[in-house]
């Protein structure tokens, strides 16, 4: 069955920190990846998605992914997080485009100042 | 450009009552979806529409949820009745079309609480 795995439900931390959210996704074929986040009272949005080409793919406000197909993973990167990154932020893929989104559990990021 | 617009964003029953849902979706976008968040979890999907057509209904319960889309634009989501578990937010996304996997863009959502 297709599913999605993220490694950490709750991650705090401090303003400058790096952040690295794991996504690793179940599926045999091929896929389009995507991260969403959504900020308190805010409805889900895109960050970045890939669909080909160069597996680092660049997003809003400084956000980055790395694909990794040997290792069926596509971990979201920031260098330097801010507070008003807090939020949850939810990996999700699609495979062979015709099923809609499956989405993974979520990460509720925690930024303290 | 307007978003996805879903009605109404808070709703608040007794188990066994009927409750529906609202969603507009951006103009332009045939493929509509609805999807089930619980708290602490992912958004699941209940149904898929392409136009008029439900082409993935293969999560919703039906016993109880009914979803129709009879133009191929505005869709409303039924829950009938109400059961304690049904508790969670229900979300509307649109997009362009499913066949090329793009973007999904989501409403607020519609909370219901059942007492």
């Known amino acids: 069955a297709q599913s999605v795995s993220q490694h950490n439900h709750h991650v705090i931390l401090s303003e400058a920190a790096s952040l690295e959210l794991g996504c690793n996704y179940s599926?045999?074929?091929?896929?389009?990846l995507f991260w969403y986040v959504q900020y308190p009272g805010q409805h889900l949005q895109l960050l970045l998605k890939?669909?080909?080409?160069?597996?680092l793919v660049k997003g809003i406000k400084g956000f980055e992914a790395e694909f990794i197909k040997s290792k069926f993973s596509f971990n979201l990167r920031k260098p330097s997080v801010q507070w008003s990154d807090t939020a949850e932020y939810f990996c999700?893929?699609?495979?062979?485009?015709?099923?809609?989104?499956?989405f993974g559990k979520g990460t509720h990021l925690i930024i303290q100042p | 450009e307007a978003g996805v617009v879903q009605s109404p964003r808070y709703k608040i029953i007794e188990k066994k009552q009927p409750v529906a849902f609202w969603c507009n979706p951006i103009?332009?976008?045939?493929?509509l979806y609805w999807y089930l968040q619980n708290l602490g979890q992912g958004p699941e999907l209940l149904i898929r529409?392409?136009?008029?057509?439900?082409?993935?209904d293969s999560q919703l319960p039906k016993d109880r949820f009914s979803a129709e889309r009879l133009k191929g634009v505005d869709s409303t989501l039924k829950i009938q009745p109400a059961e304690l578990g049904d508790s969670a937010v229900y979300l509307c996304?649109?997009?362009?079309?499913?066949?090329?996997?793009?973007?999904?863009?989501f409403g607020e959502g519609s909370r219901l609480t059942v007492l």
């Open positions: 996304a649109s997009s362009l079309r499913t066949s090329v996997a793009g973007e999904l863009f």
């Open positions: 599926y045999g074929g091929t896929v389009n």
């Open positions: 890939y669909f080909s080409g160069d597996p």
């Open positions: 999700a893929f699609s495979g062979g485009g015709a099923d809609g989104l499956t």
């Open positions: 103009s332009g976008h045939n493929t």
């Open positions: 529409y392409e136009n008029e057509e439900a082409v993935d």
